[in-house]
Structures are given as structure tokens and as C-alpha cells.
């Protein structure tokens, strides 16, 4: 029995392409008419959204404070890697497990968070700043797009880079031939990219030729690994990338802009006055006198000059900003919903109960944890680190593992948990005692806690218990109970637990 390749009879087959421009040019809702165009149209204007999309990020506060805003809520201070490597799949004992995978958070550690910045081909960041910088550029392009190349130097614990590269170099050439490619990927019979194309520096034409293009193949062809990675949620089947976050909200942003300069415009004209002066003098002004002499502007306002026996009369202006705060939280909550974290997080305000504050953020972080584990750990931060250890690998680094093996069993080597920065919380105290009864459950692992701190668990507790030994012997040797005098208070809770198991336990034996 066989069965044929839907998707490989021709291009038309694979999705619609839309208009990607109506939003930001003529406001959302305005083009369905036409709102299924040809992919080079919506190419086309997919490079004109994104160039809005940067002028917006650059000269427009709210554009550029709510892309911020949403780079340091999902990324922050960076996602740090917690190895969790398969050892009973790979047929070894736990200790041997626990050796390499404080061996592989070193490897990562020493690579990624080298003040050198050897981690980055530009020398510029670190891992964390890289992370960040893809989160960025798939937010405001739409997609964030790296490569990884091998460099050698001194000071190099890792021959091996991450490059950025600018998203708007990528582009379809416009006479492609046969090759299926959209938005400048090039993908195989069943979708799925590999190769990229891009400009060549110093052409900035919309639809290059291919000459004036560079291919780079998607995947490395030993490790399977990608060589390019492509930050991006694919949600159109006929499109690759995502439009920038700043495009559907433009017109939001547009209004507010339109909205405040009225308003400020009708407070000026109010405060401006006219002010009518009688002159009595005899042959100065009179009726026959033009209005031209008869009108004095000042920075203040204005003087008409009236001649004897001229009624005055006097003009209100009326106008008021009566409203202007509901306006401005309406176009705040639709640009929140067009984030997904609410006007509250866009006003950076937090004006009702704690209830509603406390919903807001907990939906906020809901959708960064989605950006994260769907896009960001899948698309940058595992490729990132299985890369790390492959080097690793074949420069010995990691104990009893050789090329063969690893690439055998890559990913029951290369498992990982990616820990994101703490989350805030209101109340900290709630938050202290969940946790605290959580780890007593089980619920709660040290690995969890540490990793939010961008730190391996085992060094830290490590540290933790020779403090605590060190403040136990300086006690001991100064006469002082220096351990009760800092966690007395954790030492009077633990006691009536201790006491209620222990009277439990005799009530069984009675």
C-alpha cells in the first residue's frame, strides 16, 4: 500500500497568505475584501510591518516600553540550565549520573557565563544575553535568527559561537525556480526547513535574486543539531515567521498618540485669553479702522481693540477633557490584551484588590512560561546547550563518554530542565510558607529552587552546609548558640511537629 505526499503538489497547497499590513496602515478590520493576497505581496508587507514595527520600538515610549517590559518579564536575568540526564536509560548507576551532570552544568557555566562573552561570536554578552536577544528579535521581527560557527583563539574553554544575525536580511529570491521557499526558508516536500536565504551585505532590494543571496543549510549534517536556529512560533502553515507584536497594536498606540495631542491642544486653547480694550482716545480706532489694527497678539493670548460707543463680546471656549481617563485606559486594555498581560501591566499600575493584581500576574506568567518552554528552551536554549556538550564531549570534558555514544543517545544526554528567574510574588511570606511545606512534601525540589537563581543546587548546598558548619564551631568556640540566635525561629516551628508525630506514635502503641 502507498500513500501519496499531500504536500508536495505545489505551494498553493500549503496555506493562505494574508495581509499583513491592513493593521498598521488602515486600521484592523479594513481590508476583508481582499484579505487573502499572493505570498509575494504578503512578504512584501511583512518587511513593511517590520520596519514600522522598529520605528515604533525606536521613537515611540509605549512601543518601546512594552517590548522591554515583556523581555525582562519571560527572560530577565536569563533561563539557566538544570542537566537532568537519563542515566538508567543509558545503563548507568546514579552516582556516575551525578558526576556528569555536575560536569555538564560546568561545561555550560564555563562557556556561557564567561565574562569574555567567547559565547557570543560578536564578544558582546553573555548566554543570558543572548537569550534575551532572541526573545527580542522574534518579538519585534517576528523571528530571531543565530548561527552557530566555530572560532579559534587563546583563552577559548570552546572553539564554538552563537552569531546574530539581522532577521531582515532573510528574503525569498524572486526567481527561486523550483525551490520552495517562503519568507527566505526553504523547506522539503513536507514543510520542514532546510536551508535559509540571505542578503548579501550591501543589498537591501525586497525581492533579491539569487545572486544577490547566500544559502545556509539548517542542520548540521553529523550531529543532526541545527547550524541556524529559527526563534519563532509557527502558527500559519504557509508562513514561517510571525508578524512583530508592535504591528497589531500600532493602531492602539496611534489613537493614544492622536487622543493626548487633542487633548493637550484643547488645553492650550483654553488657556489662552481674548482680552477686549475700549479706547476712548478721540481718532484712534474707529469703525472704519481694519482688523488687522485692530488685533495684538502676545504669547498669552490676544488683544482686540474696540473703538468708543463698540459693544464687547466675549467668546468661552467651552471644550473640556472630561473623559480623557477612560479613553486612555481602554486603548492601555486592548494594547494588554494584545500582549497578553493586561492594561495593568502596561500602565505598570496596580489600583484594585489584591485579588484582581494577583490574577493579572498570574496570567502574565502564564504566557511567558508558554514563550518560554514552547519557544524559547525548544528553539534556542537546547540547542545552546547540546552543542556546549557536544564539544565537550570530544574534548574529554565529560567522563566515560565518547563521540559514538553520545550522538547515539543524544538526547538521554542532552536532557535538560531550563529554570527561569524567580517569579514575584506579593506576599512573600505566603509564598515562604508554601514553598517550605512543599519541600517537606516532595513537591518542591532544592534543583528548582537553586536553578531560579541561576546556580547549580549541589554547589550551593554545598556552600550552605559549610556555612553552617562555620557558624556552628565559631558558636562552640566563642560560647555563643549562634545557630539559635539565627534560626530560632525555623527551630520553634519544626518542635510541635516533631511533638505531634511523636504523641501520635504513642497513641498507636497504646
Not at 518579564?73 to 556516575?96: M, N, Q, V
Not at 564554538?160 to 521557499?181: G, H, K, V
Request: hydrophobic share 35%; with cysteine.
Amino acid at each position: 500500500m502507498s500513500f501519496r505526499n499531500l504536500t508536495s503538489y505545489g505551494s498553493r497547497s500549503r496555506g493562505r497568505h494574508v495581509v499583513r499590513s491592513a493593521a498598521s496602515k488602515a486600521g484592523p478590520l479594513s481590508g476583508w475584501q481582499h484579505s487573502i493576497v499572493s505570498r509575494a505581496v504578503a512578504e512584501r508587507q511583512r518587511l513593511e510591518v517590520s520596519n514600522r514595527a522598529l520605528d515604533l520600538y525606536t521613537n515611540d515610549a509605549v512601543a518601546h516600553g512594552v517590548l522591554e517590559a515583556l523581555v525582562v518579564e519571560t527572560i530577565g536575568t536569563g533561563i539557566t540550565a538544570s542537566p537532568s540526564t537519563r542515566h538508567e536509560r543509558l545503563g548507568r548507576d546514579g552516582k556516575w549520573g551525578d558526576n556528569y551532570k555536575a560536569a555538564a552544568f560546568r561545561c555550560w557555566e564555563g562557556h556561557g557565563l564567561d565574562f569574555r562573552n567567547f559565547c557570543d561570536a560578536t564578544e558582546r554578552q553573555n548566554m543570558y544575553g543572548l537569550q534575551s536577544l532572541a526573545y527580542f528579535t522574534w518579538k519585534l521581527s517576528g523571528i530571531g535568527m543565530f548561527q552557530k560557527i566555530f572560532i579559534k583563539g587563546p583563552g577559548r574553554t570552546l572553539s564554538q559561537a552563537t552569531l546574530p544575525i539581522d532577521p531582515e536580511r532573510l528574503a525569498t529570491p524572486f526567481n527561486r525556480m523550483s525551490a520552495e521557499i517562503y519568507d527566505g526558508i526553504e523547506v522539503d516536500s513536507n514543510g520542514a526547513p532546510i536551508a535559509t536565504w540571505f542578503r548579501k551585505p550591501g543589498v537591501t532590494s525586497a525581492q533579491p535574486s539569487m545572486h544577490q543571496m547566500e544559502r545556509f543549510e539548517v542542520k548540521d549534517k553529523e550531529t543532526g543539531l541545527p547550524r541556524i536556529y529559527l526563534v519563532c512560533d509557527v502558527r500559519n502553515i504557509a508562513e514561517y515567521r510571525q508578524d512583530s507584536i508592535l504591528g497589531t497594536i500600532a493602531p492602539e498606540i496611534y489613537f493614544r498618540k492622536d487622543m493626548q495631542l487633542a487633548a493637550l491642544m484643547g488645553q492650550a486653547i483654553r488657556n489662552n485669553f481674548v482680552a477686549f480694550v475700549q479706547d476712548y482716545s478721540v481718532g484712534n480706532i474707529s469703525k472704519d479702522t481694519p482688523w488687522q489694527d485692530r488685533i495684538h497678539e502676545t504669547s498669552k493670548g490676544t488683544v482686540l481693540m474696540g473703538g468708543a460707543k463698540e459693544k464687547p463680546t466675549f467668546y468661552n471656549h467651552s471644550a473640556s477633557s472630561i473623559g480623557l481617563n477612560e479613553v486612555s485606559d481602554a486603548v492601555c486594555g486592548d494594547i494588554g490584551i494584545g500582549i497578553g498581560r493586561g492594561g495593568e501591566s502596561v500602565k505598570r499600575e496596580y489600583n484594585k484588590s489584591y485579588t484582581a493584581a494577583k490574577a493579572n500576574m498570574e496570567k502574565a506568567e502564564q504566557f511567558c512560561n508558554y514563550e518560554r518552554d514552547i519557544v524559547m528552551n525548544n528553539r534556542f536554549c537546547q540547542p545552546e546547550y547540546a552543542w556546549v556538550q557536544y564539544e565537550s564531549v570530544l574534548r574529554g570534558n565529560l567522563p566515560n563518554v565518547n563521540k559514538k555514544q553520545f550522538l547515539e543517545n543524544l538526547y538521554e544526554y542532552t536532557r535538560c530542565t531550563h529554570l527561569a528567574q524567580p517569579t514575584i510574588y506579593l506576599d512573600k511570606e505566603k509564598i515562604s510558607k508554601a514553598n517550605a511545606r512543599d519541600r517537606r512534601n516532595g513537591l518542591l525540589l532544592m534543583e528548582e529552587v537553586w536553578g531560579e537563581k541561576g546556580m547549580s543546587y549541589r554547589e550551593a548546598m554545598t556552600r550552605y552546609a559549610e556555612e553552617i558548619k562555620f557558624i556552628k564551631e565559631l558558636g562552640e568556640k566563642e560560647g555563643v548558640d549562634l545557630l539559635a540566635m539565627l534560626f530560632g525561629d525555623e527551630l520553634q516551628e519544626s518542635e510541635p511537629q516533631e511533638n505531634e508525630s511523636t504523641n501520635d506514635g504513642d497513641k498507636d502503641n497504646e
